[in-house]
């Protein structure tokens, strides 16, 4: 029997430090046109209704903003610091049109978001138990995404994570002066207070088997995101102060990592690269380097991140290949060779242009491994040649009983993207879930 059940998230303590003063706010909220057609609610994944977030936020109704925010990304708070907004909503602004400095969106979203999800303002949310269990796999903005979607659906929600905390991307992967991990945790916890339970320290195929998720679950939800980057193959790469960028970032937030005196070199031009090189920067590296081995142009990070890093003292050294670490037991010196186009367009080595940058540490962000091998145990669920999970619109893979979304399936993009893709699967499997119930 179905039975009605409203759900109150009251999150105590203390909120990260305030995006905006309720002036600030007030200020910004009111530049805002409040366009008919929204190319900023366009731009985003997904589609926050930015105009009337903002219009509830000049009205002085915060929970009301909130609401709105929430309903469509319940990820809001942390969305609202770790998206690139430049690009996305703030970048769809019309003011830009005019010459005019875009509305600050993601600093607004911060402001009406984080008395909700981190204060002490309440939100209930009402819903009918539907009596049907989901499995997700991966407590990542994905998985949190979907499960939180369901458990508002009435759906019993159990995420699974390998590691020992809940938060994915956003709790290890996400530059500290973007958003710090105690920020991240405490989002995952508005989350639970959703109805949504996690089981972290457990992962599919070791501490619980897919056979018993597929047997304790009526439907699954693949949210694995990506695996680490893979040693590039140079000679010295087992050197002492030789790593992955993003276990840097990790231990950053984890309070291990003291930069003072050292000479950091990140190699790489995506995302990842430049949030390694500004967190080194800001930690106190004597000199922090971006080695890439083509012109800025081509670099894949986005272009006020890039600014950000220069800003922050970071030297990007272009047209150049790692060719080797040297060392004695740790890191001494990153050994390249300078690159070129050839006649054919190919990217070629210059020859005797081989130079040494004396480091302490060196770093990949070169993008990271899909999770080929552990998606292999899942029947039905098929990668394409570029190791991502093939789906259809619905977000459904080829085993009809389990749904996939975020990294695993787009290959890598933003929280936000991870986040639409959730909420998209989650509408799926509440759909094929009543059906099968003949509801």
Same mark, same amino acid.
């Given at each position: 029997?179905?039975?009605? #059940?409203?759900?109150? +998230?009251?999150?105590?303590?203390?909120?990260?430090?305030?995006? #905006?003063?309720?002036?600030?706010?007030?200020?910004?909220?009111?530049?805002? !046109? #409040?366009?008919?057609?929204?190319?900023?609610? $366009?731009?985003?994944?997904?589609? @926050?209704?930015?105009?009337?977030? @903002?219009? $509830?936020?000049?009205?002085?109704?915060?929970?009301?903003?909130?609401?709105?925010?929430?309903?469509?990304?319940? !990820?809001?708070?942390?969305?609202?610091?770790?998206?690139?907004?430049?690009?996305?909503?703030?970048?769809?602004?019309?003011?830009?049109? !005019?010459?005019?400095?875009? @509305?600050?969106?993601?600093?607004?979203?911060?402001?009406?978001?984080?008395?909700?999800?981190?204060?002490?303002?309440?939100?209930?949310?009402?819903?009918?138990?539907?009596?049907?269990?989901?499995?997700?796999?991966?407590?990542?903005?994905?998985?949190?995404?979907?499960?939180?979607?369901?458990?508002?659906?009435?759906?019993?929600?159990? !995420?699974?994570?390998? *590691?020992?905390?809940?938060?994915?991307?956003?709790?290890?992967?996400?530059?500290?002066?973007?958003?710090?991990?105690?920020?991240?945790?405490?989002?995952?916890?508005?989350?639970?207070?959703?109805?949504?339970?996690?089981?972290?320290?457990?992962?599919?195929?070791? /501490?619980?088997?897919?056979?018993?998720?597929?047997?304790?679950?009526?439907?699954?939800?693949?949210?694995?995101?990506?695996? &680490? +980057?893979?040693?590039?193959?140079?000679?010295?790469?087992?050197?002492?102060?030789?790593?992955?960028?993003?276990?840097?970032?990790?231990?950053?937030?984890?309070?291990?990592?003291?930069?003072?005196?050292?000479?950091?070199?990140? @190699?790489?031009?995506?995302?990842?690269?430049?949030?390694?090189?500004?967190?080194?920067?800001?930690?106190?590296?004597?000199?922090?380097?971006?080695?890439? *081995?083509?012109? *800025?142009?081509?670099?894949?990070?986005?272009?006020?991140?890039?600014?950000?890093?220069?800003?922050? =003292?970071?030297?990007?050294?272009?047209?150049?290949?790692?060719?080797?670490?040297?060392?004695?037991?740790?890191? &001494? %010196?990153?050994?390249?060779?300078?690159?070129?186009?050839? &006649?054919?367009?190919?990217?070629?080595?210059?020859?005797?242009?081989?130079? $040494?940058?004396?480091?302490?540490?060196?770093?990949?962000?070169?993008?990271?491994?899909? *999770?080929?091998?552990?998606?292999?145990?899942?029947?039905?669920?098929?990668?394409?040649?570029?190791?991502?999970?093939?789906?259809?619109?619905?977000?459904?893979?080829?085993?009809?009983?389990?749904?996939?979304?975020?990294?695993? +399936?787009?290959?890598?993009?933003?929280?936000?993207?991870?986040?639409?893709?959730?909420?998209?699967?989650?509408?799926?499997? /509440?759909?094929?879930?009543?059906?099968? %119930? =003949?509801?």
């Amino acid at each position: 029997m179905n039975q009605m #059940m409203t759900t109150t +998230v009251v999150m105590g303590g203390l909120a990260p430090q305030p995006t #905006m003063s309720h002036d600030e706010a007030l200020v910004e909220a009111h530049r805002c !046109l #409040m366009c008919w057609d929204a190319p900023c609610t $366009r731009a985003c994944p997904t589609t @926050i209704d930015v105009p009337g977030f @903002i219009k $509830r936020i000049a009205n002085d109704d915060l929970l009301g903003s909130a609401r709105t925010i929430l309903e469509s990304n319940i !990820l809001g708070a942390s969305c609202a610091r770790v998206c690139p907004t430049e690009v996305l909503c703030a970048g769809a602004c019309v003011l830009n049109d !005019l010459h005019e400095r875009p @509305i600050d969106i993601g600093r607004l979203q911060a402001y009406a978001t984080d008395d909700v999800v981190f204060g002490d303002i309440e939100l209930s949310v009402e819903s009918v138990q539907s009596g049907a269990s989901v499995g997700v796999v991966g407590a990542g903005p994905a998985g949190l995404s979907c499960g939180a979607e369901l458990a508002k659906l009435g759906h019993a929600v159990v !995420l699974y994570d390998a *590691r020992r905390q809940p938060g994915g991307l956003n709790t290890y992967g996400v530059a500290n002066y973007k958003m710090d991990m105690a920020t991240s945790l405490r989002e995952v916890e508005f989350v639970q207070g959703l109805g949504v339970e996690i089981r972290t320290s457990t992962a599919v195929g070791t /501490d619980v088997s897919v056979g018993q998720l597929s047997a304790d679950h009526d439907a699954l939800f693949l949210g694995v995101g990506l695996g &680490s +980057v893979p040693p590039l193959g140079l000679p010295g790469e087992d050197l002492g102060g030789v790593g992955d960028a993003l276990d840097f970032i990790a231990d950053v937030r984890a309070g291990k990592v003291d930069l003072v005196g050292e000479r950091v070199a990140v @190699i790489g031009g995506g995302n990842t690269a430049i949030d390694a090189v500004s967190q080194a920067s800001r930690l106190g590296a004597e000199r922090v380097y971006l080695v890439y *081995r083509r012109d *800025r142009d081509e670099m894949k990070a986005y272009p006020h991140d890039i600014e950000r890093a220069l800003s922050s =003292g970071v030297e990007f050294i272009h047209w150049s290949a790692p060719i080797r670490i040297e060392g004695e037991g740790s890191v &001494s %010196a990153l050994v390249c060779e300078r690159t070129e186009y050839s &006649s054919d367009g190919d990217l070629v080595s210059v020859p005797d242009s081989e130079y $040494r940058i004396p480091v302490t540490m060196v770093l990949r962000a070169t993008g990271q491994e899909k *999770r080929v091998g552990f998606l292999d145990q899942f029947d039905g669920v098929e990668t394409d040649h570029g190791g991502r999970v093939v789906v259809d619109d619905a977000f459904r893979t080829g085993n009809p009983g389990i749904w996939a979304g975020g990294d695993c +399936v787009n290959g890598g993009k933003e929280v936000v993207n991870a986040v639409a893709h959730g909420k998209a699967a989650a509408m799926s499997i /509440d759909a094929a879930l009543r059906a099968a %119930a =003949g509801k």
